[in-house]
């Protein structure tokens, strides 16, 4: 949450192993969806679109819960086992290293 308010974060990306050791037990209704995620990352800077993809410990659950989920938080964007997600700006870019710093339109692509 620090980071995400200090870089002003548009969207986050969470990259598998949503939730340990063997993934959602039952449907998209399940409690561990509110207590071990929107019970846990609450700050500001996470109060928007989160874009999931199944770990191996999810595929240990009912990932499907987790893809229907969707429907149900509106944070929450896991659509399909695979899918891509396309962000354009026209901010400043920049790393640690200045000389990557930019202030040009930009795209990026993640496959899922």
Known sequence: SVIGDKLNSQFVVAVGDNFYTHGIPTDQTDAR?????????????????WFVCGGNHDH???????I???NENER??????YYSLLSNSKK?????????ASKSNFSIQ???
């Open 60 to 66: 240990s659950g009912n990932v499907t819960a987790q």
């Open 68 to 70: 229907a989920y969707t």
């Open 110 to 112: 993640f496959v899922v």
């Open 33 to 49: 969806f509110d207590t071990t995620w929107n019970d846990v990352y609450t700050g500001d800077s996470l109060q928007t679109k």
């Open 92 to 100: 400043t870019v920049s790393c640690s290293d200045s000389k990557f």
């Open 76 to 81: 929450w964007t896991f659509p399909d086992y």
